[in-house]
Structures are given as C-alpha cells and as structure tokens.
Nanobody, 124 residues
Framework: QVQLVESGGGLVQAGGSLRLSCAASGSIFMLHNMGWYRQAPGKERELVANITNIGVTTYHDSVKGRFTISRISRENAKNLMSLQMNSLEPEDTAVYYC???????????????WGNGTLVAVSS
C-alpha cells in the first residue's frame, strides 16, 4: 500500500510564505515524477509545479519566481517533496494536492497516487 500525506497548509496574509511537504510511504520500488496540484473553489485542478526523479522542474506561469519545488529521496526511508511558497497572493487560495507516479515493484508499470490535500488560504 502506498500513501501520500501532505502537511503545512494554513491561513496566511498576502505577501506571506508557507512551506508544504509531502511524504510518500509504503511499498515503493521507484518514485518517478512528483508534483503539486491545486484546486480552487469552482475551478478545475491545475498543475502548480512538477519535479522529475532527476530534478528537472516545471512551474505554472502564475507561480514562477515565487514557488520552489524540491525533493529528498530515500532520506530516513521516506520520500519527501516540498513546495516553498513565497509572496503568496489571494489567487493562490486553494486545496493543494501532492501527486506521484510510483512503481511498487520492478514489474509494476506504475500508477499516479494522490494525497488527500491541504488547504492554503491567503487573505488580502
């Protein structure tokens, strides 16, 4: 069983910062791309940032220069990913989800796994 758990959400004023973390645990042979998505009320889920297993990153245009995604693999038997969010804006308010493409065994072709989400609320 594979589990992704997010932490670090909360309420912050515009211009402030938050750091989200995602821990992947369970039976993991290889963890490929990891990413952060967000879904605001009444809107579709969108990709915020993505990082490959070799550290290549991509960002949504609206967060470039403000958000930084990073990952630490296999530290203390946990696969960790974080999203440092600076200069937050009310438009960043959303539920943020961690996602990862994971192979559970060498023979496994892999699946996308999702966390349950963490709420980020930015007040003006």
């Amino acid at each position: 069983q594979v589990q992704l758990v997010e932490s670090g959400g909360g309420l912050v004023q515009a211009g402030g910062s938050l750091r989200l973390s995602c821990a992947a645990s369970g039976s993991i042979f290889m963890l490929h791309n990891m990413g952060w998505y967000r879904q605001a009320p009444g809107k579709e889920r969108e990709l915020v940032a993505n990082i490959t297993n070799i550290g290549v990153t991509t960002y949504h245009d609206s967060v470039k220069g403000r958000f930084t995604i990073s990952r630490i693999s296999r530290e203390n038997a946990k696969n960790l990913m974080s999203l440092q969010m600076n200069s937050l804006e009310p438009e960043d308010t959303a539920v943020y989800y961690c996602s990862a493409f994971i192979r559970r065994t060498r023979a496994d072709s892999g699946l996308d796994y999702w966390g349950n989400g963490t709420l980020v609320a930015v007040s003006s």
